[in-house]
């Protein structure tokens, strides 16, 4: 617990970091990887080069400091912050080398009115939120320790199947032979991988798109970007890994995942959004058949469109199960065509909703789950039945 004085200080300089938060985290980026380029190993760099990483940070910044002295109204976002970085492996060690990075940046960047007692404020604030975060990240490290593993594992990709135009399906397998532990559907995993002429290694957080088997993990990439900027990742698992080689990926994390209540529940996902749907799907489709599921996707276009047949198929095993399809270019229509023309907006929702109670779980592009997630407040959704997933650092919706 901070000190009185350190929490009216903090409070009192929230306006600034609301003002100047994204000139700060980038100066602080900039020189923390400068004098410890190692770092560069945790980090996704196409968020840095986006500037979405300093946002994600500069909102985190500014919610602590407007609820520093009750920091245990941020414990989900800290705990949605904390799997991701127990998915990258980021360590308690880690956080002193941020904490004097940060408020140097905060110290440079304000100049004069970063006073001696603002600065040593800030050095008391960031020690107090630090621990909150290592607290919950290090009981993450022992589930992890005691139900899978820590750190990254070595697996081998046994199949690779194209799913649509644009995103294909990975099958891994453990190196060592032992079987897969349980997790929860919904949930991601970090791959981690050497690129060649690359000085550092890349991250990629997956969403895991089938249920839980003992013999492997699925995931499944889109190829992001066009000829003239590649997603490097994305390609590189596209045209160069093939079955047979070896990748590295840590254990299963996330917190957005299917609940196990009798309520309906509604599955809204757009592009590649629909990957940890395929998982809830799956679980859905074995263990609560009888649960009132729609499952609502938005597409560029039938080619595009990943899992067809598959989603068909395991609504086909619940009793109450309905699929809605959109396109932005919508097919031929036949006798039995569920598509509709796109976008997805709060006319086609309003249409779809049997009704406004149930569990709404949404992913996919950030201008999609803006346009859902304000759709269904406007319906009368209440704000605890929303639940999404980011590809990426959390920022604001």
Not at 137 to 166: C, H, M, N, P, Q
Not at 211 to 222: D, F, P, T
Not at 260 to 287: A, E, F, K, R, W
Not at 384 to 394: D, Q, T, V
């Amino acid at each position: 617990m901070v000190s009185e004085k350190t929490s009216k200080i903090v409070k009192a300089t929230a306006p600034i970091l609301a003002e100047r938060g994204r000139e700060i985290t980038s100066y602080f980026y900039k020189t923390m990887f400068n004098d410890h380029p190692e770092l560069l190993h945790l980090f996704n760099h196409a968020n840095q080069e986006k500037g979405r990483q300093q946002a994600a940070l500069a909102n985190t910044i500014y919610a602590a400091a407007t609820a520093i002295d009750q920091l245990d109204v941020l414990v989900p976002v800290v705990r949605q912050i904390a799997h991701k970085h127990r998915s990258l492996h980021v360590k308690k060690e880690h956080y002193p080398i941020v904490g004097e990075y940060l408020v140097r940046a905060i110290k440079d960047v304000l100049g004069e009115e970063a006073t001696t007692e603002i600065v040593d404020a800030w050095k008391e604030a960031y020690t107090e939120i630090a621990q909150v975060f290592i607290q919950v990240e290090e009981d993450l490290y022992k589930e992890a320790r005691e139900k899978a593993w820590e750190g990254f594992k070595t697996f081998r990709i046994t199949r690779k199947k194209e799913e649509s135009s644009v995103i294909t399906s990975f099958y891994l397998e453990a190196e060592d032979g032992l079987q897969i532990p349980s997790f929860l559907p919904g949930q991601y995993v970090t791959l981690r991988l050497p690129l060649s002429g690359e000085p550092y290694l890349f991250n990629r957080q997956y969403s895991l798109s089938d249920a839980y088997n003992e013999k492997y993990l699925r995931i499944s990439v889109k190829r992001e970007g066009d000829e003239d900027r590649k997603g490097k990742v994305s390609h590189y698992l596209h045209d160069v890994l093939q079955e047979g080689d070896l990748i590295e990926i840590t254990a299963p994390a996330g917190d957005f995942v299917l609940d196990q209540s009798t309520t309906p529940v509604y599955l809204i996902s757009g592009g590649v959004g629909i990957t940890p749907m395929m998982s809830m799907l799956n679980d859905l489709s074995t263990h609560q058949s009888d649960r009132h599921v729609t499952f609502i996707h938005a597409s560029r276009n039938q080619e595009s469109h990943a899992f067809k047949q598959e989603v068909t198929s395991l609504l086909h095993q619940i009793e109450h199960g309905k699929q809605v399809v959109f396109y932005d270019v919508l097919p031929p229509i036949t006798k039995d065509d569920t598509s509709h023309e796109g976008p997805l907006d709060v006319e086609k929702l309003s249409r779809i909703l049997s009704e406004k109670q149930g569990v709404f779980y949404i992913c996919g592009p950030i201008p999609f789950m803006k346009s859902v997630i304000h759709s269904l407040h406007s319906l009368g959704v209440k704000k605890e039945a929303i639940r999404y997933e980011f590809f990426g650092p959390s920022l604001q919706i």
